[in-house]
């Protein structure tokens, strides 16, 4: 396969390429040719874009890992042959992976190629053989006191918050030189996880949350408690030698007049002020920019007890011998009426909407290899070469064996009347992540308390109204209740663009968060329909991968190689 498209590349033979491939192929590019993310479906489309791109890109010197080389069958009617590949274009370094199949003549033809730009040329990482040479004696300390405090010099990149996401940005963008300041509110890095609810901890496991450069070590539990995840984030600030502002807050945001940049005020502690003038400013406030969906219903005003958001929940211990109801059916519901179970309280879910559940003893085996995986970087790019619409139908499969497997369980929330649905188009929570980032719980217990009704469920009624002490619903039942917790999510990130900058320029960004019709994200990690401006997000898994795609475009843009997106 790769021969072949070798010599089709080198020949800009566009129509010989796509002979190579089935009918319904998919080609899917990361920045390397279209600097975008781009899937093209169908040996038509692709054969489009090769058209269109392969004299101007430069591709060449593709060379096949032939260690790669697998055959795989994950059902006995599924097989093919991956490999991964390296290549170069005008101005990079990339990486792809092809897989081939089958077909009922004997050939075996291209289902999926993946390309993905991985380095610019002439502009390495400073890391491994390209870090820092030099020896340091009693100099470091002020070095690093005047990169932080920028005082002689302008950063070319303002990063909105300090977590994972940001953290993961700054590091990429460190280590490419690119000078970057993160303006991070609380006054410790790691504090939006120490600030969350006590019982939080991580569903995803170790081997999936690795950060660039800077592992997690191998005693590491394969579950991480939010605690000690926001210890690590403050340790990996330090380590990667990142530079963050704390307490300090963005308070406005213009485009600058020359169109070329932006100038950014930032207020800190003290109350100074500063206005910077980058030329890229990247939004790394989470999902939902840190801003709660509180629905409100008619007599709230009235209730006598405590309605909090599970964004501003603690501890269970502070409702001890009181009622509780948690709004809300999805992965913090969960969790925290987990917790208050565990310490004797009277809880009760109250569930809106259907919700996808999964064990993790049964699904996570099948979702990942855990410590049988590939190493992390090789991970991510086969995962990445899986276009949105095949995964879809890959999934689909793994969610009913999952099921299959979860059967006793479900049955029994079926009993207590929970609403489950399988995700959407039943490819569970993987799709589910990528469109509303949640509505779905990967079970570490408490669908069991559910079942056992040691955890209590409303689910068969809308709610009609608060009375100075309990929820009352259309169907007439009520539940007295001390404490309401709304685990109702987040708001849209774009809010916060439009609160520092106004509604005009929040309105000429895309849609931030969701797939458009070739299953790519919106504008995460990629062109936000505003030059300079960029939405970083995403789980540990997701932050690690894309950063390095957010950093590398403007690390290009700083030197002046970026090139033209395809948009055909």
């Not at 800009?12 to 899937?39: N, P, V």
């Not at 963005?250 to 800190?268: D, F, I, P, Y």
């Amino acid at each position: 396969m790769v021969c072949s498209l070798r010599k089709f590349v080198e020949a800009e033979d566009a129509s010989a390429i796509t002979d190579l491939l089935l009918e319904d192929a998919f080609w899917r590019d990361m920045l390397a040719l279209t600097w975008d993310f781009r899937t093209f479906e169908g040996s038509r489309s692709v054969k489009q874009f090769l058209q269109d791109l392969l004299p101007t890109a430069g591709l060449s010197k593709l060379q096949l890992n032939e260690g790669s080389v697998m055959l795989q069958q994950p059902y006995p009617d599924i097989a093919w042959i991956q490999g991964m590949f390296t290549f170069e274009t005008k101005v990079g370094l990339g990486s792809g992976i092809f897989r081939i199949v089958p077909t009922s003549s004997g050939d075996w033809k291209g289902h999926v190629v993946y390309t993905n730009l991985e380095e610019l040329k002439g502009f390495p990482e400073r890391s491994g053989a390209h870090r820092n040479p030099f020896t340091d004696h009693g100099m470091w300390a002020e070095k690093r006191r005047r990169e932080t405090s920028f005082e002689d010099r302008e950063p070319a990149v303002i990063l909105i918050g300090g977590g994972q996401s940001g953290l993961d940005v700054a590091a990429r963008l460190k280590v490419l030189d690119v000078p970057t300041l993160v303006i991070e509110k609380n006054a410790r890095v790691g504090d939006q996880w120490r600030g969350r609810y006590e019982a939080l901890c991580l569903h995803d496991p170790v081997w999936y949350d690795h950060m660039p450069y800077i592992s997690f070590p191998a005693t590491w539990p394969i579950w991480t408690p939010a605690a000690k995840l926001a210890d690590w984030l403050e340790s990996y600030a330090k380590s990667m030698e990142i530079d963050i502002w704390l307490s300090s807050t963005v308070t406005k945001l213009e485009q600058h007049s020359s169109a070329n940049g932006w100038k950014v005020t930032v207020e800190r502690s003290d109350g100074s002020t500063r206005t910077f003038k980058p030329r890229h400013v990247v939004f790394a406030t989470g999902l939902g920019g840190g801003a709660a969906k509180f629905p409100t219903y008619s007599g709230m005003d009235k209730f006598k007890g405590e309605i909090i958001h599970s964004t501003k929940h603690k501890s269970a211990r502070n409702h001890v011998g009181k009622k509780v109801v948690i709004i809300g059916a999805a992965t913090s519901a969960h969790d925290i009426a987990h917790d208050y179970y565990n310490h004797g309280v009277d809880v009760t879910i109250y569930q809106r909407s259907s919700t996808y559940i999964m064990s993790n003893k049964y699904g996570m085996p099948k979702l990942m290899q855990g410590s049988r995986a590939p190493p992390t970087d090789i991970a991510d790019r086969i995962f990445a070469s899986y276009p949105s619409n095949l995964i879809l139908l890959v999934h689909q499969r793994v969610v009913k064996d999952v099921a299959e497997d979860d059967k006793e369980l479900l049955d029994g929330l079926k009993k207590r009347g929970f609403k489950l649905n399988f995700g959407i188009e039943g490819s569970g929570l993987i799709t589910l992540a990528r469109t509303r980032g949640g509505g779905y719980y990967l079970d570490v217990g408490a669908s069991q308390l559910i079942v056992d009704g040691k955890i209590k469920l409303k689910s068969d009624s809308a709610i009609s109204h608060f009375s100075k002490d309990a929820i009352i619903f259309e169907d007439g039942a009520e539940i007295p209740a001390d404490v309401v917790i709304f685990a109702t999510g987040y708001g849209d990130v774009k809010g916060i663009l439009a609160q520092l900058a106004g509604e005009d320029v929040a309105g000429r960004v895309k849609q931030i968060w969701g797939l458009d019709e070739e299953g790519e994200n919106y504008a995460t990690w990629r062109w936000s329909g505003l030059p300079g401006i960029y939405f970083m997000m995403g789980n540990l898994a997701m932050s690690r991968f894309h950063s390095k795609h957010v950093a590398l475009q403007i690390k290009a843009q700083e030197e002046h190689v970026h090139g033209e997106r395809y948009t055909k």
